[in-house]
């Protein structure tokens, strides 16, 4: 690296060798972010056909292979799928409004992948170590719904203009509660940057972890994490039912692929996001010898794809909501449980300590 | 030039360039998502300031909230362009008014001198590890609080007075308790009745 970097300062002058450097290393740590998350995408629908087949006594997509290895089978399934999507025709309506028609998968996936920025995935990796972590992640996911509103709108059809102000609705109001759950880890943790609040939860093993005290909010996030990505049983958005698909029923091919990448790539950024704020991100569930072998890297992994599942095993067991009661649910039930979570915690936190201390598990820190 | 003078003006142009979309455009909807744009250039020159925490909060509140109700708006409304320019002349007089006192304001900026703001020091760049938002918490939560309480209950009441303001009570509406709902028993629903069996028709 530092021989790398003598080398451009040379070339390019000290002015802007160094900036230079700085920036073709952001480069390739993007791309070292982006490519492995976007095959997590593709894997993620496979897993997600397979997971629900089996749940459903089926067997899944079981053909596409790889030099037609047996065991395989199956595997090939995602490359297939993607290379159809590219060869097929993206048809723009006559009615519609063609920039913004092109302008909305690129507005969907833009904020899915840019959140991923200040995501640490052990103690040093970590593309952004920015103080106000939480909040640019905040930011950056309430964005992600301007690409399925100017979607419905530009594509000049009633249903797509219903799903998008469906999922216009339900988004806001999800985010609020979202929001206010991660208020209560930010109280216990004291900080904003990401990295701190998971090394806040360090301490032996998954009793520190922010999952315990704080278990109600982990529920009221991960169920606003499935509501704020449009997945089942909250996917009124799409409503196949009523709607037909929703915000993007006019699109074909590629730009389709798109919306269908960022909805998956939702996914995994809010079971990161879980993973990281509840569950401990890369430490240990236990402290001792065996588990601390395993890098902190494989940890969060492993977590994300648990979290993961939930998603897929949410999918295949509930009916979708009513659109009324997903409001109620958003602003009637989990809004009031979160604001009184956060007074409780603030009283707790000014308790002394001599009382602090009698609590079971000192769980309260 | 430095590198943080290319991202500032590179900023201030495409500022400048989609608030004066955000007048002239004749969509409606260019004109809101042009004032997206804005907002987040904007929170990118307040991020240069060191502004972290106004500039997230930006981004979050007006992009994130404000702007998506704000379009939902504008795209469910069949706007008549016409009639909209009817008043132009009408409301001109005010209008100007308002543009003078904001180049006044802003040529208090522009030439500070003569108005004795170069005499001002300029702000320290911090360290890497300074947090903004933590020094704003501590000077909100403590010497402004009055300010800080007042502001929120000026936006409760706001908040209070657009919903009774828009509250219609129905008669006809079609609603039921979700609570109720869950609390059925089977008795209270279901009415088992034994019925002879017919006989068959020979």
Not at chain 1, 75 to 99: C, L, R
Request: charged share 15%.
């Amino acid at each position: 690296m530092e021989t790398i970097q003598q080398y451009f300062v040379q070339f390019f002058g000290t002015q802007w060798g160094s900036m230079l450097f700085s920036l073709a290393t952001n480069m390739i740590f993007i791309f070292a972010i982006v490519v492995p998350l976007l095959l997590g995408v593709a894997y993620l629908t496979f897993a997600e056909r397979k997971i629900i087949a089996y749940m459903q006594i089926r067997v899944g997509p079981n053909r596409v292979t790889f030099f037609g290895i047996p065991w395989l089978r199956g595997w090939g399934q995602p490359i297939a799928d993607a290379v159809k999507a590219i060869m097929k025709e993206i048809i723009i309506p006559t009615g519609a409004n063609k920039f913004l028609f092109v302008l909305a998968p690129v507005l969907t996936i833009m904020p899915a992948l840019a959140a991923w920025a200040v995501i640490p995935f052990s103690p040093e990796l970590v593309l952004a170590d920015i103080n106000a972590g939480l909040l640019y992640i905040l930011a950056m996911t309430s964005m992600g719904i301007y690409g399925v509103i100017i979607a419905g709108w530009a594509s000049n059809s009633k249903y797509a203009f219903l799903g998008a102000m469906r999922s216009a609705a339900q988004v806001v109001s999800y985010e609020l509660a979202m929001g206010f759950a991660l208020v209560c880890v930010l109280m216990l943790s004291q900080s904003l940057n990401i990295g701190d609040i998971v090394s806040g939860q360090e301490g032996g093993s998954l009793l520190n972890w922010y999952l315990i005290p704080l278990f109600p909010m982990f529920l009221v996030y991960l169920i606003s994490g499935v509501a704020e990505t449009n997945r089942a049983p909250f996917d009124v958005a799409e409503g196949e039912s009523e709607i037909v698909a929703g915000f993007h029923v006019d699109y074909s091919g590629m730009a389709f692929t798109v919306f269908f990448l960022a909805e998956y790539a939702n996914m995994i950024l809010v079971a990161t996001l879980t993973s990281i704020m509840f569950l401990g991100g890369w430490l240990p569930p236990v402290d001792v010898m065996p588990f601390t072998l395993i890098p902190g890297f494989v940890w969060l992994l492993l977590k994300i794809a648990f979290i993961l599942f939930f998603f897929l095993w949410f999918r295949a067991t509930f009916p979708r909501y009513r659109y009324d009661q997903i409001m109620r649910l958003g602003w009637k039930v989990f809004i009031p449980i979160t604001l009184i979570w956060i007074v409780v915690l603030g009283l707790i936190m000014q308790l002394p300590e001599s009382v602090r201390s009698v609590f079971p598990l000192n769980i309260w820190f | 030039m430095s590198f943080q003078d290319i991202i500032f003006y590179t900023f201030s142009a495409i500022l400048i360039a989609s608030a004066l979309g955000v007048i002239t455009f004749r969509n409606p909807v260019y004109s809101a998502l042009l004032l997206v744009l804005s907002f987040i250039t904007c929170a990118g020159l307040w991020l240069l300031l060191e502004a972290e925490f106004l500039a997230i909060a930006l981004v979050l509140v007006y992009v994130g909230a404000v702007m998506v109700l704000f379009l939902f708006v504008v795209m469910m409304l069949d706007i008549n362009l016409d009639q909209l320019r009817e008043g132009f002349w009408k409301w001109f007089p005010f209008g100007g008014l308002i543009a003078l006192v904001m180049v006044g304001e802003i040529s208090i900026v522009l030439m500070g001198k003569y108005f004795g703001l170069d005499e001002m020091p300029t702000p320290k760049p911090h360290a890497a590890d300074y947090s903004n938002t933590k020094e704003l918490g501590r000077l909100i939560y403590t010497e402004y609080v009055y300010a800080f309480e007042l502001a929120a209950v000026l936006l409760l009441i706001a908040m209070v007075a657009a919903i009774a303001l828009t509250l219609r009570h129905r008669e006809d509406k079609k609603i039921v308790d979700p609570a109720k709902q869950i609390s059925v028993q089977k008795k209270d629903r279901l009415r088992i009745v034994s019925i002879p069996a017919e006989k068959k028709n020979q």
